[in-house]
């Protein structure tokens, strides 16, 4: 139990963007547990804190689900980073990014105390589990926003990559998952206020 609570030291020292810290978890195989169990518990606690019950939904397939998803983005920025002439292995690259996901303790703490804090002011259930996830929302952005920054340096120390090229490698996929959320959104506003414009996006 030290060396995960360890771990999470490393993971603190790793959100500093110490890079000696992301040397020593990239190299450590128990590193790689201790990533998974951050990732579960991050799931398990997500799915309780929203849904405010624990059931099969919550306990198994969501983070079986949630482990899937981590595995196929870290591919993905793996790949990205071997094209771009990196040298740094996947299992490294997985170490890192599985121990950075305590930041969304921090996300599900503060929804957790802002959702009872409603109730014990007595705010319908309703109201304060939307107020739970209208301040998420808010302090989502900073923290997404610190971890793509430390994603870079990870990825720049891991695959011993230029700055410009580990920008590239993070940002990308960011853009394209952007670009595809927002571009119907975009077309949808277009055609809002632009006559004949749904006719001749269906032709």
Request: aromatic share 8%; net charge positive.
């Amino acid at each position: 139990m030290m060396s995960f609570f360890k771990s999470l030291k490393q993971a603190v020292r790793i959100l500093k963007l110490d890079e000696k810290a992301i040397s020593e978890v990239a190299s450590n195989q128990n590193s790689t547990i201790y990533a998974l169990i951050i990732i579960l518990i991050t799931a398990f606690a997500s799915g309780v804190a929203f849904d405010k019950r624990i059931d099969a939904d919550n306990a198994i397939i969501n983070p079986l689900l949630y482990v899937v998803y981590i595995v196929v983005i870290v591919g993905i920025l793996h790949l990205l980073a071997r094209i771009a002439s990196g040298k740094g292995q996947y299992i490294d690259l997985f170490r890192v990014i599985g121990l950075l996901f305590i930041t969304n303790w921090v996300d599900i703490m503060v929804g957790i105390a802002v959702y009872y804090m409603g109730i014990l002011v007595h705010m319908p259930p309703v109201e304060s589990q939307r107020l739970m996830i209208k301040v998420g929302s808010i302090i989502t952005i900073p923290v997404s926003v610190w971890k793509t920054v430390v994603s870079i340096i990870v990825v720049k120390s891991i695959y011993k990559l230029s700055s410009i090229r580990a920008v590239l490698v993070v940002v990308l996929p960011i853009i394209t998952i952007l670009g595809v959320i927002l571009l119907p959104m975009l077309l949808y506003l277009i055609c809002v206020f632009v006559p004949g414009c749904a006719q001749q996006l269906s032709w």
